[in-house]
């Protein structure tokens, strides 16, 4: 089974620093940094998912 069947893919900010990942989704309230399974740089281990809005390709910035 491929991994992507189970976890979706999201970005992540560090919690400690705000640094920014590509993440996998495991559940609900926990994500890993893809290609960091330790963490962060700065050491922290907790992170959020960022609002799913700034991603969204639906999106288009040049219609001001």
Same mark, same amino acid.
Do not use: F
């Given at each position: 089974m491929d991994e992507s069947d189970e976890? $979706? +893919?999201?970005i992540a900010a560090c919690?400690?620093?705000?640094?920014?990942?590509?993440?996998?989704?495991?559940?609900?309230?926990? !994500?890993?940094?893809?290609? $960091? +399974?330790?963490?962060?740089r700065c050491g922290g281990t907790d992170f959020s998912a960022v609002d799913g809005s700034l991603s969204d390709p639906? !999106?288009?910035e040049t219609d001001e």
């Open positions: 976890n $979706r +893919r999201t919690e400690e620093c705000g640094s920014l990942y590509a993440a996998l989704e495991l559940s609900e309230d926990k !994500l890993r940094p893809i290609g $960091r +399974r330790d963490g962060c639906s !999106l288009d």
